[in-house]
Each structure stands twice: as structure tokens, then as C-alpha cells.
């Protein structure tokens, strides 16, 4: 589904991402057959990646401790969740998941603790399944252990890859 017929189905849905961002994270989660996103809120980048994804498989851990969502602001949103996407919610810490219980995915979002530590042990975790991994928050001056945990998990090597996030990137077709 292209973003702007995406947008007015998410927009309503409270939560902390922008448009742009949104749209950064439809393109990047189009044609996905596994995803998992890690952190939900009330659903609407949930939402996003599976109207984007268009069939699939869509894993979602969330211990709905730290958001000022509820998992039936969740389901509610969910509702809107297309037939052809599989969905399931683990109720539970990203940091207590074990190798093996999600499998390989195509892309994994990562929204869940900003805390240093939590978000570098999610990317190290994620990447052992799978080669595709958006980030929320990097560069938000608020929550500066997101950007320092991936400055750490990159190392200071520009050739490995370079985050960035939607505000800093223009997206064109």
C-alpha cells in the first residue's frame, strides 16, 4: 500500500512518530514477509509496518510498563490490521526474549527502552536475526542513550553503515 493511502488510517492513532518517519519506515518495511517490532505504544508504527508490508508475519514484544498507552489502545488500533498480515503480541521485555522464540525476520523496528544498555542489547540480540534494523529516536537530544548505543554497536566505522534519522533524510519516490 503506498504511504498516502497509509497515512490517513494512522494518523489518528496516538504516538510519537511523525509523518516523515512514518513514511521512512513504510518504504523500508515494503515487501516484508517477517517483521518484528520491539515497543508499540498504542500501535501506530505497528500499523504502519503492516499495512506497508502488504502479507506477512508480524511479531510484536511490548511489556506495556513504561507507555502511557494501554495494550487495549493497542488492540483497538490493531483492529484496522489488514487480514493478510499475522500478527502476535508478546507481552513482555525485548531484553527477556531468547534466541530461537521469533526466528529470522526482515526487518526488526526497534522502539522499546531508550536506555543505553537495553537498546544495545536489543541490537546486538536483533542482529543475529536479521539484516535489516530501524531505529526510532536516534538523534532525539532527549534520549541520548539511543544514539550512544548505536554509536557503540557501529564502532567508529563509517563503512559499516551510517544511521541517521527521517528529519535529517529526505524521502522521495
Known amino acids: 500500500m503506498k504511504f498516502d493511502c497509509i497515512w490517513p488510517i494512522v494518523e489518528p492513532v496516538v504516538?510519537?512518530?511523525?509523518?516523515?518517519?512514518?513514511e521512512l519506515l513504510a518504504k523500508t518495511?515494503?515487501?516484508?514477509?517477517?517483521?518484528?517490532?520491539?515497543g508499540c505504544m498504542a500501535g501506530r508504527s505497528t500499523l504502519t509496518l503492516a499495512l506497508a508490508m502488504e502479507g506477512g508475519t508480524?511479531?510484536?514484544?511490548?511489556?506495556?510498563?513504561?507507555?502511557t498507552s494501554?495494550?487495549?489502545?493497542?488492540?483497538?488500533?490493531?483492529?484496522?490490521?489488514?487480514?493478510?498480515?499475522?500478527?502476535?503480541?508478546?507481552?513482555?521485555?525485548?531484553?527477556d526474549l531468547e534466541y530461537g522464540q521469533i526466528g529470522v525476520q526482515e526487518m526488526i523496528h526497534i522502539d522499546g527502552s531508550h536506555d543505553q544498555?537495553?537498546?544495545?542489547?536489543?541490537l546486538i540480540f536483533?542482529?543475529?536475526?536479521?539484516?535489516t534494523m530501524a531505529i526510532?529516536?536516534?538523534?532525539?537530544?532527549g534520549l541520548p542513550g539511543v544514539e550512544k548505543a548505536v554509536k557503540e554497536f557501529l564502532g567508529n566505522d563509517?563503512?559499516?553503515s551510517t544511521p541517521f534519522s527521517a528529519k535529517q533524510w529526505k524521502i522521495s519516490e
Open 70 to 95: 494501554s495494550i487495549e489502545d493497542f488492540y483497538k488500533t490493531m483492529k484496522k490490521c489488514p487480514p493478510q498480515i499475522k500478527w502476535s503480541l508478546l507481552v513482555q521485555l525485548s531484553q
Open 117 to 122: 544498555e537495553d537498546v544495545l542489547e536489543d
Open 136 to 141: 526510532h529516536d536516534y538523534g532525539n537530544k
Open 158 to 160: 563509517p563503512l559499516i
Open 29 to 38: 518495511a515494503k515487501g516484508c514477509k517477517q517483521v518484528m517490532e520491539i
Open 15 to 22: 504516538g510519537s512518530y511523525q509523518k516523515e518517519e512514518l
Open 58 to 67: 508480524l511479531t510484536v514484544v511490548d511489556p506495556f510498563v513504561f507507555s
Open 126 to 131: 536483533c542482529s543475529s536475526m536479521t539484516y
